[in-house]
């Protein structure tokens, strides 16, 4: 079968991997999946290029003395219906483009990583062993940030994307840096069981003397790439949408979107060019889960967060604002974090939190799209912890003819 991609998304990273309805877990485990760089006239010149430019996909994985995956097959007592299912598949070694703890010989200059988590449930949160080093993070999932950030520790969850620059030119040759995690798992709350002291190193950086005869670096550190979108006309004419994370905890866990199974009856349904807003209900007690949509890119308006234990017993709304005795909310509506900001496609969504998202069902260039997205077998919208996926975290989303 031979597919035509056109390409015509802003320049960005993206990464494909196996979608097999209920295998998707296995498949991505076992290495099928990779990245996807757009390059297009938005990316500015004066970025690191060539041999300062490196990709780093990160995974964990568990793995038999012979060296084969181990990926269970004995799963939880919670979900007797599915036996071979694990809800959440963490891994003790840590892979950096397919390598258990590697290291990178790096010289006194300014690196673009290009980073993905290509785990399957686990996310990570990045920092340097060498407090001289940050992240200056200048894109995402949907491509650059307007304003690009400078940061010390960089949480990534499953199917994140993050351009950043990293200069080493403060530190001196002959210096060893690791790139660490401290990131619990699950995220947020986590287990120690889950996260050995092998899940704490990522890789090694070495820097070295340069060699002669490199060309000069003309790199520096943007403090801007373009303009902040004007979401004024969206919200204005934008239809409101509430969805629901939750889980089924028996007679067999599952984990599902709207309280529905994969295959019934598509309940999100947008028409093509129009814009949405949704609400994404965390009701789920505990675990941050990445939701990840398909076709489109989105941008997160605020979240907020309720009172769960409330709310399940009737006691409150989440019609009412802030600071009404009757609403389960907590707190007024908060800004993003540093991980959710600029154009996304999968976005961490927080144990009793709603998250506000702003979704046009369009290209973000204003452009109509060159194919038809309204063509059989359409498009998905899921959590991007690939366990949950399989069982059954996943719905459809349909996209009907505009209006």
Not at 135 to 161: E, K, M, N, S, V
Not at 266 to 293: F, K
Not at 314 to 342: I, N
């Amino acid at each position: 079968m031979n597919n035509t991609y056109p390409n015509e998304q802003p320049a960005s990273l993206l990464w494909y991997h196996d979608h097999t309805l209920g295998y998707t877990r296995l498949n991505v485990a076992a290495g099928l999946a990779g990245l996807y760089f757009i390059r297009g006239s938005g990316e500015p010149s004066f970025l690191p290029k060539g041999r300062y430019e490196i990709p780093l996909v990160i995974q964990d994985k568990q793995f038999f003395p012979n060296g084969s995956i181990n990926f269970p097959d004995i799963g939880t007592p919670l979900a007797a219906a599915h036996p071979q299912w694990c809800p959440d598949y963490f891994g003790d070694t840590i892979l950096v483009n397919g390598k258990a703890w590697p290291f990178l010989n790096v010289v006194r200059r300014v690196y673009r990583f290009r980073i993905l988590n290509a785990a399957n449930a686990r996310a990570f949160t990045l920092s340097f062993s060498d407090r001289r080093l940050k992240f200056l993070q200048i894109g995402t999932d949907g491509g650059f940030l307007w304003t690009p950030q400078l940061l010390a520790i960089l949480t990534i969850a499953p199917a994140y994307r993050v351009d950043v620059l990293v200069d080493f030119r403060s530190v001196p040759a002959g210096t060893t840096v690791y790139l660490n995690n401290s990131a619990p798992a699950p995220f947020p709350d986590g287990n120690p069981i889950n996260s050995p002291p092998s899940t704490r190193n990522v890789m090694k950086f070495n820097v070295v003397h340069s060699k002669s005869g490199l060309t000069s670096q003309a790199a520096v550190s943007p403090t801007s790439i373009g303009s902040a979108p004007d979401t004024r006309a969206w919200v204005k004419s934008a239809l409101y949408r509430n969805v629901t994370l939750d889980v089924v905890p028996s007679p067999d866990l599952t984990f599902l979107l709207n309280k529905k199974h994969w295959d019934e009856p598509a309940t999100e349904t947008p028409e093509l060019y129009s814009t949405e807003i949704w609400d994404v209900i965390h009701l789920i007690p505990n675990g941050m889960h990445p939701i990840h949509l398909h076709l489109v890119n989105f941008l997160v308006l605020h979240q907020q967060a309720f009172n769960l234990t409330r709310y399940n017993a009737d006691q409150c709304s989440l019609l009412l604002p802030y600071p009404d005795p009757l609403s389960c909310f907590t707190q007024r509506p908060q800004p993003p974090e540093a991980t959710q900001v600029g154009w996304k496609d999968t976005v961490m969504v927080f144990p009793s939190t709603v998250l506000r998202l702003l979704i046009p069902f369009s290209p973000r260039s204003g452009a109509t799209y060159s194919f038809d997205p309204m063509a059989f077998p359409g498009y998905v919208w899921h959590c991007h912890n690939i366990d949950h996926e399989d069982h059954d975290m996943m719905r459809p989303l349909l996209i009907l003819p505009p209006a």
